[in-house]
């Protein structure tokens, strides 16, 4: 289905209003967001489980279609800052991004989406995990 989504917002489609999609990271974190490409936001839910209290955080964002593919920008707001990072930032041609902090790491954290329910080689390294 996201195939399908990233297609028509690619190419275009006629009936795409808002249509919704799930992907998720090597760490098993889900993007359950709606792609609104009429006013060109991106919103949802993220859910996870790295020893943050909350375990599901809004999201919103928004998406351009490049020469590159697809670049989406997301950013999850912790709803309980207090109990881990408060906020971080994905950016990317789809289906590539980079892990960006407000605090913490630095550098850009690189990942990669897959579709929900895809296995994933889980990253031991700890990079991008949330802290």
Same mark, same amino acid.
């Given at each position: 289905?996201?195939?399908?989504?990233?297609?028509? *917002?690619?190419?275009?489609?006629?009936? *795409?209003?808002?249509?919704?999609?799930?992907?998720? #990271?090597?760490?098993?974190?889900? &993007? $359950?967001?709606?792609?609104? %490409?009429?006013?060109?936001?991106? /919103?949802?839910?993220?859910?996870?489980?790295?020893?943050?209290?909350?375990?599901?955080? =809004?999201?919103?964002?928004?998406?351009?279609?490049?020469? $590159?593919? *697809?670049?989406? %920008? *997301?950013?999850?707001? $912790? =709803?309980?800052? #207090? +109990?881990? @990072?408060? %906020? /971080?930032? !994905?950016?990317?041609? &789809?289906? $590539?991004? #980079?892990? /960006? /902090?407000?605090?913490?790491?630095?550098? =850009?954290?690189? +990942?990669?989406? @897959?579709?929900?329910?895809?296995? @994933?080689?889980?990253? @031991?390294?700890?990079?991008?995990? !949330?802290?």
């Amino acid at each position: 289905m996201i195939r399908n989504i990233l297609a028509c *917002l690619a190419f275009g489609c006629a009936t *795409l209003a808002a249509q919704t999609a799930c992907l998720q #990271d090597q760490y098993g974190n889900q &993007y $359950n967001f709606t792609i609104d %490409e009429p006013q060109g936001f991106v /919103y949802g839910t993220t859910t996870g489980g790295q020893s943050c209290q909350s375990a599901t955080w =809004p999201i919103t964002g928004t998406f351009a279609k490049t020469a $590159n593919g *697809l670049f989406f %920008e *997301l950013t999850a707001a $912790n =709803p309980t800052p #207090d +109990s881990c @990072v408060a %906020e /971080y930032t !994905l950016k990317g041609i &789809y289906p $590539n991004f #980079d892990w /960006y /902090y407000s605090t913490g790491y630095t550098t =850009p954290q690189p +990942s990669k989406y @897959v579709a929900c329910g895809s296995a @994933v080689a889980k990253d @031991v390294t700890g990079k991008g995990a !949330l802290k």
